[in-house]
């Protein structure tokens, strides 16, 4: 598995300069170094996990969604296993998320198992732009947590400014 440090720094629980420095600047943080590290664990048990990629790890209330990206497919039912292994460590639901092609095949699986009406792309005059995201009135409920939680992980994941509305 490929992570954003050297594996000698993850495995001694000592940073070199490099890993040091992507730490003070922010490029990496301590909870993305303990999951990367149980995640290299894991790779002895789930082979499928050497074709992959761990990207970064946000915490939400009560939620740790974890951001991965892979070559080959992994079947569901592993990323299943691995995230059952990763909640008993870490005593909290994990919910691990690939990197998509497309911003709402990614959307759908962060704000599963609530539904997406539509993502509409809304260009601001400054040149930057933002995504709304209708979600059905009846699935809002259902969100994995509040919309403006859910808006701030989506920032710290990718990097993409959202905003999570009811529709219809």
Not at 41 to 57: G, I, N, V
Not at 134 to 147: G, W
Request: net charge positive.
């Amino acid at each position: 598995m490929e992570i954003p440090v050297c594996y000698f720094c993850l495995k001694s629980g000592f940073l070199c300069q490099s890993c040091s420095d992507k730490l003070k600047r922010g490029e990496v943080t301590q909870l993305d170094l303990e999951v990367a590290k149980s995640l290299l664990e894991l790779e002895s048990k789930f082979p499928q996990l050497k074709d992959c990629a761990f990207h970064r790890a946000v915490e939400v209330p009560g939620l740790l969604y974890v951001l991965v990206a892979c070559r080959k497919k992994v079947p569901r039912t592993v990323w299943r296993k691995v995230s059952r292994a990763l909640s008993e460590e870490r005593g909290k639901p994990v919910r691990i998320v690939e990197k998509a092609p497309s911003l709402k095949a990614f959307l759908t699986q962060v704000l599963s198992p609530a539904r997406i009406a539509s993502v509409n792309t809304v260009w601001l005059p400054d040149g930057s732009w933002e995504s709304n995201v209708k979600v059905p009135a009846n699935d809002f409920r259902r969100l994995p947590a509040e919309p403006k939680v859910l808006e701030a992980l989506i920032k710290d994941l990718i990097n993409e400014k959202v905003t999570i509305t009811p529709v219809g």
